[in-house]
């Protein structure tokens, strides 16, 4: 098939995932990915594993060395409330194969490389856009490292206002 600006454009291809991870960090954009995921989850049948994975950057604590381990269980801690709620959403949704994970490291190293092997993952679905607006800025988007760099299909979604509705 052709497109009008002279493109190919591929035809009613279907891909049924079946290990896709979902990467969260508790923005909008990430609640939109994990959104998405379920309803793919779903969509590919009930031998779909949907991951849920949250990584805790440990070099944000480098330079913190007296409250370093309280801070890290702190902040585990959080996360893990936060992945309890988002386990029970998907599991409500109808999702049968669902867990959660939390590592620790470079976000970007562990979405795009190590996550994938560990996982047997065949789709990542991303939100555009996380909470580190500084890390953005400096060092480049997790999002953009992982389209870049990982193996698997991947797939950036985008928060809208219809999202919140």
């Known amino acids: 098939m052709v497109n009008r600006t002279g493109g190919t454009v591929m035809a009613d291809v279907k891909v049924n995932y079946k290990n896709i991870l979902v990467p969260v960090d508790g923005s909008k954009e990430a609640e939109a990915a994990l959104d998405r995921a379920i309803k793919v989850a ?24 007296d409250f370093r381990t309280t801070m890290v269980e702190q902040v585990a801690g959080t996360a893990k409330k936060t992945l ?26 562990v979405i795009a490389t190590q996550a994938p092997a560990k996982y047997a993952i065949d789709l990542i679905m991303i ?39």
């Open 84 to 109: 309890d709620a988002y386990l029970q959403k998907a599991k409500d949704a109808g999702v049968e194969n669902v867990d959660y994970s939390i590592e620790y490291g470079s976000p970007k190293d």
């Open 42 to 65: 779903k969509q590919n049948g009930a031998d779909t594993n949907l991951h849920i994975l949250h990584v805790i950057d440990t070099r944000s604590f480098q330079n913190v060395t």
């Open 127 to 165: 939100g555009a856009t996380g909470l580190n607006a500084i890390e953005r800025l400096l060092i480049g988007s997790v999002t953009e490292f992982v389209t870049r760099v990982s193996t698997v299909d991947t797939l950036i979604v985008r928060h809208t206002s219809e999202d919140d509705e």
